[in-house]
């Protein structure tokens, strides 16, 4: 059951990530909606204040560097 439910999260998660290549974006935080980055800053606060920016947008940093992991 544990591993159906993770199988699901990760479906989900990957219908928001976006398709495109984030490197222009490292460092920043980006407002994604169906898969689109729509707007970036390189902060949330001043991110989600954009009037690009709606609540159900899905709001994820970009790592400066590619080496790693990111948890949200």
């Known amino acids: 059951m544990a591993v159906q439910d ?3 999260f990760r479906k989900a998660q990957a219908a ?3 398709k495109e ?6 460092g920043r935080w980006i407002a994604v909606r169906d898969g689109k980055v729509i707007t970036s800053d390189l902060s949330l606060s001043a991110l989600q ?7 159900s ?7 400066r560097t590619r080496a790693g992991f990111f948890i949200a």
């Open 21 to 26: 290549d984030l490197s222009r974006y490292m």
């Open 16 to 18: 928001h990530w976006p």
């Open 6 to 8: 993770q199988d699901n």
């Open 49 to 55: 204040s954009q009037s690009e920016v709606k609540p």
């Open 57 to 63: 947008d899905v709001f994820m940093p970009v790592p």
